[in-house]
């Protein structure tokens, strides 16, 4: 355990304890504990139509729940801090791109983010906002922040898992009067708090680690502002990337064992990143927890966790393709953060700059001496057949 993760008593609730808790109503006799999801396109409403639930497209007592979770996780003991939830990672990400920015203004984004964001810039330009793009490595987004209205952070960047130092990035965008919004999809509340790091917004894809179970889209925004909350909220409703009620429910319960899940999975990526490291098959290996990695120095002083995810390159294509068949243990399947290990050769989807090597690995829940095993085991096989 990092020193990082340990709770000290006298600060408030640990990870564990909020992650259990985390939204839930006051008790009510012979209610359950997390209300089931509430499904229903309308509400009885006679009179005048005041919230808080009119309409099922505005708003929804099971999102209001997970709302709740997810702020507490954002922002413990803040109890100001407003969360939106979307349909999936995309829509939360589209929601405050698209509310903040109108005709005239710029953006900046990363060149090395989520491989949808190019998507995103088209769209953009269309609209008339200047879209400039620069790697999350070295901090290199300061040399093109002037005169822009957002900063777009994604750190760790997924799949290069490069890491910028937010706090820096912050104080300069504000400097120059420009908002920030962080995708924390890697990271996870648990692994970083950017609000806490002076964000505007906290956006995440919860399709990944947040829910963990890789069977729902999810995202969320997160942000202190409330006339900003107000914006995504609005969005929200204008485009209707509205999640359903059993949706927003499984993700609250998923989200119980967050810290469990979460501190299992960082745990082995970094024991499986240390082996990998001395393997004469692997090049390339990055995990940001890994003392001596480009990213380890900023990582260690803003992340409370490494995340789940290592890459690494293989010789070439073949070689990497005979790995991913021979795992026993692993998925060849895209995303992460899921309690079952999956792994894939990223060139395959095109649009990341990687080589055709490249392997973005995903740890999950297992025992990790027996993941550990199956990796290097793949490995053999795939030098061997070739
Ligand atoms: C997956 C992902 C997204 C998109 O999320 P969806 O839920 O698939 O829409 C955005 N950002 C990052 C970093 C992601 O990994």
Same mark, same amino acid.
């Given at each position: ?16 304890? *909020? ?81 903040? *920015? ?83 999809? *890697? ?141 026993? *243990? ?57």
């Amino acid at each position: 355990m990092s020193p990082q993760e340990q709770h000290h008593p006298g600060e408030g609730p640990g990870d564990g304890t *909020l992650a259990v808790r985390a939204g839930l109503p006051e008790p009510v006799k012979y209610e359950p504990t997390l209300p089931g999801p509430v499904f229903a396109a309308h509400f009885h409403l006679p009179g005048e139509p005041t919230g808080p639930y009119t309409y099922g497209r505005d708003e929804n007592p099971t999102w209001t729940h997970l709302e709740r979770a997810i702020g507490t996780l954002e922002a413990p003991g803040e109890a100001t801090v407003e969360t939106v939830v979307f349909a999936s990672g995309m829509a939360a990400i589209s929601a405050v791109l698209l509310s903040q *920015l109108s005709a005239g203004d710029a953006v900046v984004l990363p060149t090395d983010g989520y491989q949808a964001l190019p998507l995103l810039h088209e769209q953009l330009r269309a609209y008339g906002i200047e879209v400039r793009t620069a790697p999350t490595g070295g901090d290199a987004q300061l040399d093109v922040l002037d005169g822009a209205k957002l900063l777009w952070i994604e750190t760790p960047s997924n799949p290069g898992l490069d890491v910028c130092d937010i706090r820096r990035l912050v104080d300069a965008a504000h400097a120059g009067g420009a908002l920030v919004a962080v995708d924390n999809t *890697l990271a996870t509340p648990l692994g970083q708090r950017p609000l806490e790091l002076g964000a505007d917004f906290s956006v995440a894809s919860d399709t990944k680690g947040m829910t963990g179970h890789g069977d729902i889209l999810l995202g969320h925004v997160s942000c202190r502002d409330p006339r900003r909350a107000a914006e995504v909220r609005r969005w929200r409703k204008i485009v209707g990337a509205i999640p359903g009620p059993m949706e927003a429910w499984l993700a609250h319960r998923s989200l119980a064992t967050l810290q469990l899940r979460i501190d299992r999975q960082c745990a082995t990526a970094l024991e499986l990143a240390r082996v990998l490291a001395d393997h004469p098959d692997v090049t390339g290996l990055r995990h940001p927890g890994l003392p001596g990695d480009p990213s380890h120095e900023v990582a260690a002083r803003q992340m409370r966790r490494f995340g789940s995810v290592i890459s690494f390159e293989l010789a070439d294509r073949a070689r990497a393709e005979r790995f991913l068949d021979e795992l026993r *243990l692993v998925d060849d399947a895209t995303s992460f953060g899921g309690v079952r290990s999956s792994a894939e050769r990223r060139g395959r989807w095109g649009g990341d700059a990687v080589a055709e090597g490249f392997i973005r690995f995903s740890v999950g829940a297992e025992d990790p001496e027996d993941l550990i095993a199956d990796v290097l085991r793949a490995l053999d096989a795939a030098r061997k057949a070739g």
